[in-house]
T-cell receptor, first 113, second 115 residues
């Protein structure tokens, strides 16, 4: 079925270190992969997205890589700061009848000062 | 601020009751989506409307219904509430239908507690 698996479920890093979150998806026809950040008490906020025609996209300290052959994509945060602490969700659009975003289960990132 | 407005922010109600959650999409957005977020189920897609018409349906219970009005605001109606319906309900919006990856913006959510 349509599925996005996200790992790890929790991640703690020291301030200044890098954090990597990985997601795998089941539908090889998926072509849009956004990442959302959800802070406590707030709605998910889009932080970066990538489409299937590129392999990597960067925006300052955040980057996303996509490996379509292996059907996985990753979020990389460099020089982490305490304000990066939040729950991060990956998502993908599947080619099923609904073609809606299917979300991963989320990663609780904690940046330790 | 995403521009998506949801009311109420918090709601406590008893089992068996009915509630209505309201959403105003971002200016210019024609699609409205409803998602349910619970601790054990993550973010689950419920339903989407595009320019007043139902566009896609996800894991929405028969006790739940939604509609999008001519001014594009949307309401999610939850009836015969059960304890398990306690969750955070998000509305989101996008310019297009979302099928090709239009950016989807989320509101701050309506926290429903059923007691």
């Amino acid at each position: 079925g349509e599925n996005v698996e996200q790992h790890p479920s929790t991640l703690s890093v020291q301030e200044g270190d890098s954090a990597v979150i990985k997601c795998t998806y089941s539908d090889s026809a998926s072509n849009y992969f956004p990442w959302y950040k959800q802070e406590l008490g707030k709605g998910p906020q889009l932080i970066i997205d990538i489409r299937s025609n590129v392999g990597e996209k960067k925006d300052q300290r955040i980057a996303v890589t996509l490996n379509k052959t292996a059907k996985h994509f990753s979020l990389h945060i460099t020089e982490t700061q305490p304000e990066d602490s939040a729950v991060y969700f990956c998502a993908a659009i599947f080619s099923g009848s609904a073609r809606q975003l299917t979300f991963g289960s989320g990663t609780q990132l904690t940046v330790l000062p | 601020d995403s521009g998506v407005t949801q009311t109420p922010k918090h709601l406590i109600t008893a089992t068996g009751q009915r509630v209505t959650l309201r959403c105003s999409p971002r200016s210019g957005d024609l699609s409205v989506y409803w998602y349910q977020q619970s601790l054990d189920q993550g973010l689950q897609f419920l339903i989407q409307y595009y320019n007043g018409e139902e566009r896609a349906k996800g894991n929405i219970l028969e006790r739940f219904s939604a509609q999008q009005f001519p001014d594009l605001h949307s309401e999610l109606n939850l009836s015969s509430l059960e304890l398990g319906d306690s969750a955070l309900y998000f509305c989101a919006s996008s310019k297009g239908t979302g099928r090709t990856g239009n950016t989807i913006y989320f509101g701050e959510g309506s926290w429903l507690t059923v007691v």
